[in-house]
């Protein structure tokens, strides 16, 4: 199995631009997490998906903030218009069922200008 | 609400000392906890669990005993090497409607020859 498949794994853009975070889940999972990481806050919990449905959105942060999963097999993390406290690490993680153990990509590092 | 709280690195061993690395958790009802590891450029691997109390978790060396007296779930390691050179995670699962997993700040291992 491929595991979780995230792209692109690095992007640097300006304030003010759109960024797109695409996240591929293990084949089979149903769940789906998207996590962000920086060194003052550590690792957070932005959203979660269950079955393609959204769960629980109360750790995003702002309205600036939007994620999707049109299919079970593709989530997007977007961010319109980015700002520069928006850098840091934007994991995507997958499970079987929300309550199983969680698998996460590589990782996208996001640097806004 | 639920918190993990683990010791600040970073830690700096040499070969073939032993570690340990302090983990306290607060949550409601009876969590599950783990250990992740993020090796340089990489997302978070599961590297062992405990679902209940005085479970002892287990891989590559690593132990972890579930300990709900102290709220504790210290992670040890005989002896370390440098290929264990990582950020270290504990985290808590609790489920009772929220599936999400709370992590601790992280502690970064660096191992030397």
């Known amino acids: 199995d491929a595991g979780v498949i995230q792209s692109p794994r690095h992007e640097v853009t300006e304030m003010g631009q759109e960024v797109t975070l695409r996240c591929k889940p293990i084949?089979?999972?149903?769940?789906l997490f998207w996590y962000r990481q920086t060194m003052m806050r550590g690792l957070e919990l932005l959203i979660y998906f269950n079955n393609n449905v959204p769960i629980d959105d109360s750790g995003m942060p702002e309205d600036r903030f939007s994620a999707k999963m049109p299919n079970a097999s593709f989530s997007t993390l977007k961010i319109q218009p980015s700002e520069p406290r928006d850098s840091a690490v934007y994991f995507c993680?997958?499970?079987?069922?929300?309550?199983?153990?969680?698998?996460f990509g590589p990782g996208t590092r996001l640097t806004v200008l | 609400g639920n918190s993990v709280t683990q010791m600040e690195g970073p830690v700096t061993l040499s070969e073939e000392a032993f570690l340990t690395i302090n983990c306290t958790y607060t949550a409601t009802g009876y969590p599950s906890l783990f250990w992740y590891v993020q090796y340089p450029g990489e997302g978070l691997q599961l590297l062992l669990k405990?679902?209940?109390?005085?479970d002892k978790g287990s891989n590559k060396g690593f132990e972890a005993t579930y300990r709900k007296e102290t709220t504790s779930f210290h992670l040890e390691k005989g002896s370390v090497q440098v290929s264990d050179s990582a950020v270290y995670f504990c985290a808590l699962f609790s489920g009772a409607g929220s599936y999400q997993l709370t992590f601790g700040k992280g502690t970064k291992l660096s191992v030397i020859p």
């Open positions: 405990a679902t209940k109390a005085d």
């Open positions: 993680a997958s499970s079987l069922t929300m309550d199983n153990e969680q698998f």
């Open positions: 084949s089979g999972h149903n769940s």
